[in-house]
Protein backbone atom coordinates (compact mmCIF):
# COMPACT_ATOMS: atom_id res chain seq x y z
CA UNK A 1 0.00 0.00 0.00
CA UNK A 2 2.72 2.46 0.62
CA UNK A 3 4.21 1.49 -2.43
CA UNK A 4 1.17 2.25 -4.48
CA UNK A 5 0.66 6.00 -2.73
CA UNK A 6 4.38 6.74 -3.50
CA UNK A 7 3.68 5.64 -7.17
CA UNK A 8 0.64 7.49 -7.31
CA UNK A 9 2.38 10.97 -5.67
CA UNK A 10 4.96 10.71 -7.90
CA UNK A 11 2.73 10.55 -11.10
CA UNK A 12 0.49 13.28 -9.43
CA UNK A 13 3.52 15.63 -8.72
CA UNK A 14 4.79 15.36 -12.73
CA UNK A 15 1.03 15.48 -13.95
CA UNK A 16 1.14 19.22 -11.69
CA UNK A 17 4.75 19.72 -13.11
CA UNK A 18 3.19 19.48 -16.66
CA UNK A 19 1.00 22.54 -16.14
CA UNK A 20 1.74 26.40 -16.00
CA UNK A 21 -1.52 27.31 -13.95
CA UNK A 22 -3.66 25.55 -11.65
CA UNK A 23 -6.96 25.67 -9.76
CA UNK A 24 -6.94 24.79 -6.09
CA UNK A 25 -10.77 23.43 -5.45
CA UNK A 26 -11.60 22.33 -1.94
CA UNK A 27 -14.55 20.89 0.32
CA UNK A 28 -15.42 20.22 3.68
CA UNK A 29 -17.21 16.86 5.11
CA UNK A 30 -17.84 15.44 8.36
CA UNK A 31 -17.05 11.24 8.66
CA UNK A 32 -19.50 9.02 10.36
CA UNK A 33 -17.35 10.00 13.40
CA UNK A 34 -18.00 13.32 13.12
CA UNK A 35 -14.59 14.31 12.09
CA UNK A 36 -14.23 17.36 9.97
CA UNK A 37 -12.09 16.79 6.75
CA UNK A 38 -11.30 19.01 3.90
CA UNK A 39 -10.38 17.79 0.98
CA UNK A 40 -8.01 19.28 -2.00
CA UNK A 41 -8.05 18.85 -5.83
CA UNK A 42 -6.03 20.12 -8.35
CA UNK A 43 -8.19 21.10 -11.75
CA UNK A 44 -6.15 21.70 -14.64
CA UNK A 45 -7.21 23.75 -17.74
CA UNK A 46 -6.39 21.12 -20.21
CA UNK A 47 -9.74 18.49 -21.21
CA UNK A 48 -7.30 15.87 -21.63
CA UNK A 49 -6.67 15.63 -17.91
CA UNK A 50 -9.28 15.12 -15.03
CA UNK A 51 -9.08 17.02 -11.79
CA UNK A 52 -6.66 15.33 -9.84
CA UNK A 53 -7.04 14.75 -5.70
CA UNK A 54 -3.91 15.99 -3.84
CA UNK A 55 -4.51 15.48 0.18
CA UNK A 56 -7.21 15.12 2.83
CA UNK A 57 -6.50 17.46 6.23
CA UNK A 58 -8.46 16.58 9.43
CA UNK A 59 -9.03 20.09 11.48
CA UNK A 60 -9.50 18.68 14.38
CA UNK A 61 -10.22 21.14 17.24
CA UNK A 62 -8.99 23.92 14.79
CA UNK A 63 -12.29 26.26 14.67
CA UNK A 64 -12.59 27.28 10.91
CA UNK A 65 -12.52 30.80 11.24
CA UNK A 66 -10.90 32.49 7.86
CA UNK A 67 -7.77 33.23 9.41
CA UNK A 68 -7.59 29.43 9.80
CA UNK A 69 -9.16 28.44 6.49
CA UNK A 70 -7.03 30.64 5.01
CA UNK A 71 -3.59 29.22 6.82
CA UNK A 72 -5.01 25.48 5.86
CA UNK A 73 -5.11 26.58 2.06
CA UNK A 74 -1.73 28.19 2.27
CA UNK A 75 -0.07 25.01 3.31
CA UNK A 76 -1.64 23.40 0.50
CA UNK A 77 -0.86 26.13 -2.16
CA UNK A 78 2.86 25.69 -1.17
CA UNK A 79 2.94 21.94 -1.58
CA UNK A 80 1.15 22.56 -5.45
CA UNK A 81 3.67 25.90 -5.84
CA UNK A 82 2.64 29.19 -5.23
CA UNK A 83 3.42 30.09 -8.87
CA UNK A 84 1.56 27.73 -10.37
CA UNK A 85 -2.14 28.31 -8.36
CA UNK A 86 -4.24 31.01 -10.11
CA UNK A 87 -7.42 30.08 -8.60
CA UNK A 88 -9.10 28.86 -5.24
CA UNK A 89 -12.45 27.35 -5.26
CA UNK A 90 -14.30 26.70 -1.87
CA UNK A 91 -17.54 27.24 -0.90
CA UNK A 92 -19.45 30.48 -0.08
CA UNK A 93 -20.12 30.20 3.51
CA UNK A 94 -18.77 33.88 5.53
CA UNK A 95 -15.71 31.98 6.81
CA UNK A 96 -14.60 31.09 3.26
CA UNK A 97 -15.04 34.67 2.30
CA UNK A 98 -13.36 36.19 4.79
CA UNK A 99 -10.42 33.54 4.08
CA UNK A 100 -10.71 34.70 0.03
CA UNK A 101 -9.62 38.17 1.32
CA UNK A 102 -6.67 36.88 2.76
CA UNK A 103 -5.31 34.95 0.24
CA UNK A 104 -5.87 37.47 -2.46
CA UNK A 105 -4.34 39.91 -0.19
CA UNK A 106 -1.18 37.59 0.00
CA UNK A 107 -1.11 36.03 -3.58
CA UNK A 108 -2.58 39.07 -5.70
CA UNK A 109 -2.05 36.13 -8.70
CA UNK A 110 -4.89 33.91 -7.39
CA UNK A 111 -8.33 34.83 -8.05
CA UNK A 112 -10.64 33.19 -5.22
CA UNK A 113 -14.15 32.64 -6.35
CA UNK A 114 -17.24 30.35 -4.82
CA UNK A 115 -18.29 26.74 -6.34
CA UNK A 116 -20.93 27.49 -9.05
CA UNK A 117 -22.49 24.33 -7.99
CA UNK A 118 -23.31 25.33 -4.80
CA UNK A 119 -24.70 28.03 -5.41
CA UNK A 120 -27.28 26.83 -7.70
CA UNK A 121 -28.07 23.81 -5.12
CA UNK A 122 -28.55 27.27 -2.60
CA UNK A 123 -30.89 28.56 -5.39
CA UNK A 124 -33.18 25.82 -6.53
CA UNK A 125 -33.46 25.18 -2.74
CA UNK A 126 -35.23 29.01 -2.66
CA UNK A 127 -36.92 27.74 -5.27
CA UNK A 128 -38.36 24.71 -3.47
CA UNK A 129 -39.36 26.63 -0.59
CA UNK A 130 -42.12 28.65 -2.45
CA UNK A 131 -46.05 27.77 -2.03
CA UNK A 132 -45.66 26.51 -5.35
CA UNK A 133 -43.35 23.81 -4.58
CA UNK A 134 -43.05 23.29 -0.78
CA UNK A 135 -46.14 22.05 0.00
CA UNK A 136 -45.62 18.81 -3.23
CA UNK A 137 -42.30 18.06 -2.33
CA UNK A 138 -43.66 17.86 1.13
CA UNK A 139 -45.93 15.20 0.29
CA UNK A 140 -43.24 13.50 -1.67
CA UNK A 141 -41.22 13.64 1.17
CA UNK A 142 -44.12 12.28 3.70
CA UNK A 143 -45.11 9.24 0.90
CA UNK A 144 -41.32 8.26 0.42
CA UNK A 145 -40.81 8.19 4.04
CA UNK A 146 -44.07 6.00 4.79
CA UNK A 147 -42.55 3.53 2.19
CA UNK A 148 -39.22 3.20 2.93
CA UNK A 149 -39.80 2.94 6.79
CA UNK A 150 -41.79 -0.08 6.95
CA UNK A 151 -39.98 -3.20 5.84
CA UNK A 152 -43.16 -4.95 4.93
CA UNK A 153 -44.41 -2.17 3.11
CA UNK A 154 -41.26 -1.60 1.14
CA UNK A 155 -40.84 -4.60 -0.28
CA UNK A 156 -44.79 -5.07 -1.65
CA UNK A 157 -43.97 -1.88 -3.19
CA UNK A 158 -41.08 -3.65 -4.53
CA UNK A 159 -43.28 -6.40 -5.68
CA UNK A 160 -45.61 -4.57 -7.52
CA UNK A 161 -42.97 -2.55 -8.97
CA UNK A 162 -42.15 -5.55 -10.60
CA UNK A 163 -45.49 -6.69 -11.67
CA UNK A 164 -46.51 -3.26 -13.02
CA UNK A 165 -43.10 -3.14 -14.66
CA UNK A 166 -43.55 -6.82 -16.23
CA UNK A 167 -46.99 -5.92 -17.60
CA UNK A 168 -45.52 -2.52 -19.52
CA UNK A 169 -47.73 -0.06 -16.93
CA UNK A 170 -44.21 1.90 -15.89
CA UNK A 171 -40.74 2.15 -17.88
CA UNK A 172 -38.31 1.75 -15.37
CA UNK A 173 -38.01 0.27 -11.73
CA UNK A 174 -36.37 2.88 -9.63
CA UNK A 175 -36.86 3.46 -5.95
CA UNK A 176 -38.29 5.94 -4.33
CA UNK A 177 -35.67 8.88 -3.14
CA UNK A 178 -35.28 10.74 0.40
CA UNK A 179 -34.63 14.34 -0.73
CA UNK A 180 -31.69 16.09 0.36
CA UNK A 181 -32.07 19.81 1.02
CA UNK A 182 -28.45 21.09 -0.07
CA UNK A 183 -28.64 18.94 -2.85
CA UNK A 184 -31.19 19.63 -5.49
CA UNK A 185 -31.20 16.91 -7.46
CA UNK A 186 -32.53 15.08 -4.68
CA UNK A 187 -35.51 17.37 -4.39
CA UNK A 188 -36.18 16.76 -8.02
CA UNK A 189 -35.49 12.69 -7.74
CA UNK A 190 -38.04 12.56 -5.10
CA UNK A 191 -40.67 14.41 -6.90
CA UNK A 192 -39.76 12.38 -9.98
CA UNK A 193 -39.97 9.12 -8.47
CA UNK A 194 -43.06 9.15 -6.74
CA UNK A 195 -44.34 10.47 -10.49
CA UNK A 196 -42.61 7.34 -11.86
CA UNK A 197 -44.48 5.14 -9.33
CA UNK A 198 -48.17 6.77 -9.79
CA UNK A 199 -49.39 3.37 -10.71
CA UNK A 200 -47.41 1.11 -8.16
CA UNK A 201 -48.30 3.45 -5.34
CA UNK A 202 -52.05 3.52 -6.28
CA UNK A 203 -52.07 -0.60 -5.71
CA UNK A 204 -49.60 -0.61 -3.07
CA UNK A 205 -52.60 1.92 -0.98
CA UNK A 206 -55.16 -0.74 -1.22
CA UNK A 207 -52.96 -3.70 -0.63
CA UNK A 208 -53.42 -5.34 2.61
CA UNK A 209 -50.19 -4.38 3.62
CA UNK A 210 -50.83 -0.91 3.84
CA UNK A 211 -54.27 -1.36 5.51
CA UNK A 212 -52.87 -3.43 8.14
CA UNK A 213 -50.66 -0.77 9.23
CA UNK A 214 -51.80 1.19 12.49
CA UNK A 215 -52.15 5.01 12.85
CA UNK A 216 -52.73 8.50 11.38
CA UNK A 217 -49.92 7.83 8.63
CA UNK A 218 -52.18 5.42 7.04
CA UNK A 219 -54.93 7.08 6.48
CA UNK A 220 -52.79 9.82 5.36
CA UNK A 221 -50.89 8.41 2.60
CA UNK A 222 -54.09 6.70 1.05
CA UNK A 223 -55.56 10.13 0.71
CA UNK A 224 -52.69 12.00 -0.96
CA UNK A 225 -52.37 8.65 -3.28
CA UNK A 226 -56.29 9.25 -4.10
CA UNK A 227 -55.88 12.59 -4.60
CA UNK A 228 -56.27 13.63 -8.40
CA UNK A 229 -55.33 17.11 -7.49
CA UNK A 230 -51.83 16.14 -5.75
CA UNK A 231 -50.51 14.48 -8.62
CA UNK A 232 -52.02 17.21 -11.01
CA UNK A 233 -49.68 19.83 -9.18
CA UNK A 234 -46.82 17.20 -8.89
CA UNK A 235 -46.93 16.97 -12.76
CA UNK A 236 -47.08 20.95 -12.55
CA UNK A 237 -44.39 21.46 -10.18
Same mark, same amino acid.
Given at each position: ? &????? %?? !? +????????????????????? =???????? =? #????????????? #???????? @? +????? =??????? *???????? $?? *????????????? *??????????????????????? #??????????????????? %????????????????????????????? %? &???? %???? $???? @????????????? $?? &? =???????????????? $? !???? !? @? +??????? &???????????
Amino acid at each position: L &DNAFE %KQ !K +TVIGEYIAESNVVALISDGWS =NIRREHIV =N #FIVSIPNLKNKPV #FIKSISTG @E +TQLTG =NNVAKII *KEVIAVVG $VN *KVTAVITDNTANM *KAAWDILEAEYPHIFCNGCAAHV #FNLLVKDICDTDACSGILE %KCRFITHFVRSRTAVIERFRALQLFHFQH %K &DIQY %KRNL $VYPC @ETRWYTQHACLRR $VL &D =NHVVLCSLATHAVVTR $V !KGHD !K @E +TFCNMIG &DDNFWASAMIA
